[in-house]
T-cell receptor, first 113, second 114 residues
Framework: AQSVTQLGSHVSVSEGALVLLRCNYS??????LFWYVQYPNQGLQLLLK??????LVKGINGFEAEFKKSETSFHLTKPSAHMSDAAEYFC???????????FGTGTSLTVIP | DTAVSQTPKYLVTQMGNDKSIKCEQN?????MYWYKQDSKKFLKIMFSYNNKELIINETVPNRFSPKSPDKAHLNLHINSLELGDSAVYFCASSTWDRGHTEAFFGQGTRLTVV
């Protein structure tokens, strides 16, 4: 089975600072990777996905992630944090059949004014 | 139009009761899921259905029984509710493609057992 590990269950950044949320995956086959965001009392919304095309993936709200096979990583970044970015972020990996999504344990992002 | 909709959004019930959560998707997807999110925000897959057939049944108590009357619906029935069942339950859907599609999530059902 595939899995993902998110380092850091809580991350705090100042408004305007760089956001870096870490995700490492384990997979014996090329993975499909996703980042989701969950705002309080809401469902999960897709930020971006990697599907074996470009290794640098751009998503919504200014977020992007880079797939690094040698490091088995798919870290999420945003150059400048905004107060509205405060939320829970989940990294997920999909099996090749696409019928199962394995989620990391989530990272809670706090943005300090 | 809401892509994946769940009802109810909130559910408060007593221990021992039986309750159902309904889920519908209008995306034309052929795979639907139920996830449980605990108080620590951890997301655990419970069930996965493809074209109305059960394909994933993780280790959950048999008090939980999913039912898929058609490809657009996947309901979750829970018998003899226990305090530990309190959580947020998410329905999701995707297409059975070779991993290229993301899962679309409903807004969740917050179940509180008292």
């Amino acid at each position: 089975a595939q899995s993902v590990t998110q380092l850091g269950s809580h991350v705090s950044v100042s408004e305007g600072a760089l956001v870096l949320l870490r995700c490492n995956y384990s997979s014996s086959v090329p993975p499909y990777l996703f980042w989701y965001v969950q705002y309080p009392n809401q469902g999960l919304q897709l930020l971006l996905k990697y599907t074996s095309a470009a290794t640098l993936v751009k998503g919504i709200n200014g977020f992007e992630a880079e797939f690094k096979k040698s490091e088995t990583s798919f870290h999420l970044t945003k150059p400048s944090a905004h107060m509205s970015d405060a939320a829970e972020y989940f990294c997920a990996v999909s099996e090749s059949t696409g019928n199962q999504f394995y989620f990391g344990t989530g990272t809670s992002l706090t943005v300090i004014p | 139009d809401t892509a994946v909709s769940q009802t109810p959004k909130y559910l408060v019930t007593q221990m021992g009761n039986d309750k159902s959560i309904k889920c519908e998707q209008n995306l034309g997807h052929d795979t639907m899921y139920w996830y449980k999110q605990d108080s620590k925000k951890f997301l655990k897959i419970m069930f996965s259905y493809n074209n109305k057939e059960l394909i994933i049944n993780e280790t959950v108590p048999n008090r939980f029984s999913p039912k898929s009357p058609d490809k657009a619906h996947l309901n979750l029935h829970i018998n003899s509710l226990e305090l530990g069942d309190s959580a947020v339950y998410f329905c999701a859907s995707s297409t059975w493609d070779r991993g290229h599609t993301e899962a679309f999530f409903g807004q969740g059902t917050r179940l509180t057992v008292v």
